[in-house]
């Protein structure tokens, strides 16, 4: 695909990587290449080479789209103080947007969190932007997703939420099964995986899809 | 007496050019080092045997 293709396909995921979250990450992402888009993700680049800071750079700039989730904004419970990692990468695909090129000024923005209007207490500098509450549910997470997809894409033809629920419910009847297929089981699937298996298990669904060449 | 030309400049000043690093987008990863005939195969399996 060619680059300028992939920017306009592409969602960058800034969200908490850690196992409690990881329903909402794998649903957001089904969701995602159920509209035809493209995630993305830090955890695709695996390059010790280079500085975390300067991945999310580049991958803010290869994308069009951008999905923050601010849920775990609460303190950690070892440390007694908050993330600030998914506040930052907001921050900078912002910054990107509002200082980048003509390409950069397309960027669109989607932020979730888990009560509505709770952003307000800690970083109210963001009203005005698409910010909308999943409270902790999968299900509502993909609703928010797809209805924020099909505006600022203006696809008519997507499907509604509820839908595309009913299709990740069956993938997740169908993950552990294709993971022990692959000897593996789907705790240890990596970022880049689990979006190949939720590509290809789509097409299968729906052969007229087409699958992505990266 | 022929009328001197005003001096031309030579050429336009170059646009500085961006650094490489900074115009090309970070392309996504190839796909999955499972290999994605792999887990076609895979997802083929699991449909048959549901008879799908």
Known sequence: ?????????????????????QPLFRATIFTVHYAGFLARSALEVNDSSQTRLLTIFQLVAACRYGIHDLSRTELDRTSGLPRFNMPLELGIFLGCKQFGDRRQQQKRVLVLDVEPHRYQKFISDIAGQDIVAHNNDPKLAIRQTRDWLRVSYQQRDLPGGERIWQAFSEFQRDLPQICAELQLTPAELTFVDYRDIVILW??????????ERL | MTRQKPVQESRRPQKPRKPQAAKRLLMPKKASPLGRSKIREAIDRVFAARGE
Request: charged share 25%; hydrophobic share 40%.
């Open chain 1, 202 to 211: 789509q097409q299968r669904q729906d052969p007229t899809r087409t699958v």
């Open chain 1, 1 to 21: 695909m060619a680059a300028q293709a992939i920017f306009r396909k592409s969602v960058f995921i800034n969200c908490p990587f850690d196992h409690d979250f």
